[in-house]
């Protein structure tokens, strides 16, 4: 076996050691010869591209698959976990990505079920056990709360909860700060330090590199199911773990502001929408995007993003206000319209709304545009293949060829069909819905790419995204969106995180 480069070595028994883990589905090898350890009262961060094992390894960890071989060790010694609960009762507990929460249910109920105690649980004495764990680790909301009504940060409280309120010594985290604003990414990192604080060890799953080097004590690196590296936080920096991740060296990530602004190209007017529920998402809200700029929208999923992407592009009829691209309104509703007039999309869910994953790849690629390979009204097939063989070949996407059907490809993939389909007509606008979300650093670098080719070729970009380092690497101007209104734009240069983040929890104030 190929032994990582590793440049830190740890004295101490490990609390968990898994060694020579392997683990494949069908014809995929998901984890190869894995060896990996974890210390007492540290925060070890897990690296990887997507697909490189890092969830199937703690997913190993925590019961939820056997591994194919290799053994585990917890506290010096072997154990077999068949399932979660195998897993929990050696005190190891796991918060995922997607919660698994009851949302009728209260914090109170949702700590509690399935945590033992028969027929005849002592409600009491769990809320004084929940409030002193709260108190503890400064988890603190209403016990009484129906878990619905809770914010993101609230939720993940719980579910942080839930696993303490298990006896959990070993906690793992799967992108725990993929939702959440920076004052609540802020409240968790306080939390992880003082669980550290009392021995506790927490494994932290992010692709967030600054955060990583924020929180984490030590740093391994998987690709393509195997440890590449291992290295302590102090002897490291982003840009050698984004290089490790990817095994090449990436591109420099910050990237200049626009030189070529022109006149505003995308003009949003006192715009006013409904969700499906019919209450108010977006109100009011007034913006203008200059040709061959990039407007970061930031904020904390739920506030009006998705209503106000999928009116601008008329799948959303707007309750009042207008849109207007090249000075000229939109007719409302008419996605058809939108396209005539050269605007662009990136859909947050590209699986959903992006493509049709039982079409091929040749269909994606034409799916807006197919009357333009019309002849005497017959699809002209032979131009859309040379149509598609021209964009993949250019958006370097890997298939088996244009007739491949879409769902076989791998996400990075299916959002270049998109980025092809969308950026090659050379679009006066762009609005980019959560562009990056689910990929990996190497298809992020590809996606940001072009994405500014966009902006140097004249378009004007709305690019809403959770991701702050998203933001600051992209945007020329930065806007905040919270509870359907702006709360504050600046030019990225004069924006700090500090700023932003209060924004996004809706403070108003400037920074003092």
């Known amino acids: 076996m190929n032994r990582p480069d590793i440049t830190h070595t740890e004295e101490r028994a490990p609390v968990v050691e898994m060694r020579s883990i392997r683990k494949t589905f069908l014809d995929v090898v998901a984890n190869r010869d894995v060896d990996f350890a974890l210390y007492e009262g540290e925060i070890c961060a897990l690296l990887g591209e997507n697909g490189a094992g890092k969830t199937t390894l703690m997913n190993i960890l925590f019961g939820y698959y056997a591994a194919d071989g290799g053994e585990i060790r917890i506290g010096g010694e072997k ?11 050696r005190r190891v507990g796991m918060v995922h990505q997607h919660f698994t929460l009851v949302p009728s249910q209260t914090v109170l109920e949702n700590t509690v079920v399935g945590s033992g105690g028969g027929f ?15 108190n503890r680790f400064g988890l603190h909301v209403d016990p009484d709360a129906p878990v619905w009504t809770l914010p993101i940060g609230g939720q993940q409280k719980v579910e942080i909860l839930k696993a303490l309120y298990r006896n959990a010594r070993i906690l793992i985290l799967d992108e725990p700060t993929a939702v959440l604003a920076p004052l609540e990414t802020k409240e968790l990192f306080a939390t992880l330090r003082a669980l550290a604080a009392e021995g506790c060890s927490v494994v932290f799953i992010s692709h967030k590199l ?35 991740m990817v095994g090449r060296e990436l591109e420099e990530r910050r990237h200049a502001g626009s030189k070529n602004l022109g006149d505003p190209a995308l003009e949003i007017r006192s715009l006013s929408i409904k969700n499906d529920k019919g209450l108010e998402a977006v109100k009011e809200l007034s913006l203008a995007i200059r040709s061959g700029e990039i407007l970061g929208m930031a904020g904390v999923s739920g506030n009006g993003q ?14 009042g206000g207008d849109v207007l691209l090249g000075g000229e ?5 008419r996605p058809k319209a939108s396209v005539d007039r050269k605007m662009a999309r990136i859909p947050e869910d590209r699986m959903t709304t992006g493509l049709l994953l039982e079409l091929t790849v040749e269909e994606n690629l034409v799916l807006e545009n197919h009357a333009s390979f019309r002849s005497l009204g017959m699809l002209d097939h032979a131009a859309i293949g040379r149509h598609a ?19 076989t490809l791998s996400g990075g993939n299916l959002q270049k069909i998109i980025l092809a389909r969308e950026l090659s007509a050379s679009p006066r606008a762009v609005v980019a819905a959560q562009p990056t979300r689910g990929l990996d650093v190497g298809a992020i670098e590809y996606v940001h790419k072009r994405i500014l080719e966009a902006r140097g070729s004249g378009a004007a970009i709305l690019l809403i995204s959770e991701d702050l380092d998203e933001i600051f690497l992209l945007a020329d101007r930065i806007a905040v969106m919270y509870e359907g209104r702006i709360m504050g734009v600046a030019e990225r240069d004069e924006a700090s995180r500090e700023q932003v983040g209060l924004w996004m929890s809706g403070v108003s104030e400037p920074c003092a």
């Open 329 to 333: 309104p939109l007719p409302p509703g």
């Open 306 to 319: 998705r209503e106000l992407a999928e009116a601008l592009f008329g799948l959303r009829v707007p309750d």
């Open 120 to 134: 005849f649980l002592d409600m009491g004495k769990a809320r004084r056990k929940l409030l002193e764990l709260q």
């Open 210 to 244: 600054y955060e990583v080097m924020e929180i984490a004590d030590r740093v391994v690196v998987l690709s393509k199911g195997s440890v590449v590296a291992e290295r302590a936080t102090r002897d490291t920096n982003e840009r050698e773990l984004a290089n490790l």
């Open 389 to 407: 063989d021209g964009l993949i070949d250019e958006f370097g996407i890997k298939t088996d060829g244009r007739r491949a059907v879409a769902r």
């Open 79 to 89: 154990v077999s976990l068949s399932s979660p609960r195998d897993a929990i009762a």
